[in-house]
């Protein structure tokens, strides 16, 4: 229950451990497209180019911008957290000169923000925001930023490693240009992969690219013909085979449960937690809180890491601590995916009675 990884189901587990087929065996490519086409369901997008990076979350976030970004361009970064924070390290890595809009810790960024922070900069050519902040554990509403964006000629980037498979996430109904996930939280599967997916509109973008991409394994210009099969399968890296097992089997548990069931489930459990913590006296950090990740303030006075240790060493329980300004002063607790079961929430919070004082 912590910030993720989240609980893995049994399932997922043995299809790790089928037969490793070649990268370009037909059957294995079977199940890469079928890989696809189920990360194309769970974002709620008809995008061509949707696949899995070889990579975790921060894998996502490096191709979306080193591909979107090149030297001299400007890009509009919203902050609120320490993975805001980071799409400005990788945008100016990318040779972008970044604006940052930044607020509290905890806060959601308003209609009102975005739309100063693009008439402040018309130059700019990609805003990038964080749907789910895990730091903080705030939901950014994303609704309405997409035509905001498209209307000043701008690219509209996400991050969704905390909400894909535990928050709605609508990329064709909001605009999104390009978007990456991790499969180690709501989806419940080891780390490793990044759902990624791009607009037509991203695409044109990378194709009137004046320079190369700043990274080669990333650079979605040669990647697009493994995964899309476009000019033939050809090979660039050898695809991590067995991780592409487990998504396509994540992926399949959560299209079984159906997105919007898990979607509710999320809430219920978040709803059911909220009120046991409250109930304790314990109080949520960010005015929008997230489902899948609970943050709240440690109550003065409290050795936080010596009872996250005691929910440990006792009860097998890992929640997470404080990130960044937070840390020491926040609990992180997760319920993403499998982990976010009544069991779970009950469970924890009578360890949690036991253990505060
Ligand atoms: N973005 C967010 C919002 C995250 O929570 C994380 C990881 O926790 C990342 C990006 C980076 O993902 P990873 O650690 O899988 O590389």
Redesign the pocket.
């Known amino acids: 229950m912590g910030?993720?990884p989240s609980t893995v189901p049994a399932r997922i587990l043995q299809a790790i451990s089928a037969p490793t087929l070649g990268h370009l065996d037909p059957q294995y490519i079977g199940y890469m497209d079928e890989t696809c086409e189920m990360i194309r369901q769970v974002y709620r997008t008809k995008n061509a180019l949707t696949f899995p990076v070889s990579g975790?979350?921060?894998?996502g976030?490096e191709t979306i911008l080193v591909n979107l970004l090149e030297p001299g361009d400007e890009a509009i970064v919203m902050i609120n957290g320490v993975?805001g924070g980071?799409m400005k390290d990788n945008m100016e890595r990318c040779g972008a000169s970044v604006h940052a809009v930044e607020i509290p810790w905890g806060k959601s960024f308003t209609p009102d923000q975005f739309a100063e922070a693009v008439a402040a900069h018309p130059k700019a050519k990609m805003l990038g925001v964080?749907h789910?902040?895990?730091s903080t554990g705030a939901l950014q509403d994303l609704s309405g930023v997409g035509d905001l964006l498209h209307d000043a000629g701008m690219l509209f980037a996400v991050?969704a490693?905390?909400s894909l498979g535990g928050h709605d996430v609508r990329v064709d109904e909001w605009g999104i240009d390009a978007i990456y996930s991790?499969t180690?939280?709501c989806l419940s599967c080891p780390?490793g992969l990044?759902p990624v997916s791009f607009s037509d509109r991203a695409i044109e973008t990378m194709e009137a690219r004046s320079s190369k991409s700043r990274s080669w394994y990333l650079d979605v210009s040669m990647l697009k013909n493994y995964y899309t099969g476009g000019g033939g399968r050809a090979y660039h890296h050898t695809a991590p085979i067995n991780m592409i097992y487990a998504l396509r089997e994540a992926l399949a548990i959560v299209l079984e449960e159906g997105l919007d069931a898990r979607i509710a489930r999320h809430r219920e459990m978040h709803g059911l937690l909220r009120e046991g913590l409250e109930g304790l006296g314990l109080s949520y950090i960010p005015d929008h809180s997230l489902c899948t990740l609970n943050c709240v303030a440690v109550p003065d006075g409290i050795d936080e890491a010596a009872i996250r240790r005691r929910l440990l060493d006792e009860y097998d329980i890992e929640i997470g601590g404080g990130l960044g300004v937070f840390a020491g002063k926040a609990w992180r607790i997760g319920l993403m995916g499998e982990s976010a079961s009544k069991r779970n929430v009950t469970t924890l919070l009578a360890a949690l009675k036991d253990c505060l004082p």
């Open positions: 910030p993720g975790t979350g921060m894998a976030m993975f980071r964080v789910a902040e895990t991050d490693v905390t991790g180690q939280k780390p990044s």
